[in-house]
């Protein structure tokens, strides 16, 4: 059983950046692959990051691409997202969530989910 834990959420201008934390417990955390995934109001939750096991691959949504970086760190469980150049439409609760099975866009493919960090950011 894994847990997971995100932080590093809060309220930002257009242009800033914030760096979301993904803390994990309770498992083996260099078996599992790790993505974030965000839910505006209103609208389904969608994949936003994601990275493997050994952080050898990583996949961004193309909204993201080359504004957010995905690492990890296994010696402290912990996954990062570096969100910079921050739009009004990166607002959302974002999670963490891991899989044994490979990097996945897809919800039902991650079994264990933290409860989410609000991210908001203003105009």
């Known amino acids: 059983q894994v847990q997971l834990v995100e932080s590093g959420g809060g309220l930002v201008q257009a242009g800033g950046s914030l760096r979301l934390s993904c803390a994990a417990s309770?498992?083996?955390?260099?078996?599992?692959?790790i993505s974030w995934f965000r839910q505006a109001p209103g609208k389904e939750r969608e994949f936003v990051a994601g990275i493997s096991w050994s952080g050898a691959n990583t996949v961004y949504a193309d909204s993201v691409k080359g504004r957010f970086t995905i690492s990890r760190d296994n010696a402290k469980n912990t996954v990062y997202l570096q969100m910079k150049s921050l739009k009004p439409e990166d607002t959302a609760v974002y999670y963490c969530?891991?899989?044994?099975?490979?990097?996945?866009?897809?919800?039902?493919?991650?079994?264990?989910w933290g409860q989410g960090t609000q991210v908001t950011v203003s105009s």
């Open positions: 309770g498992g083996t955390f260099s078996n599992y692959d």
């Open positions: 969530a891991a899989t044994s099975r490979g990097i996945a866009t897809m919800e039902y493919e991650y079994r264990y």
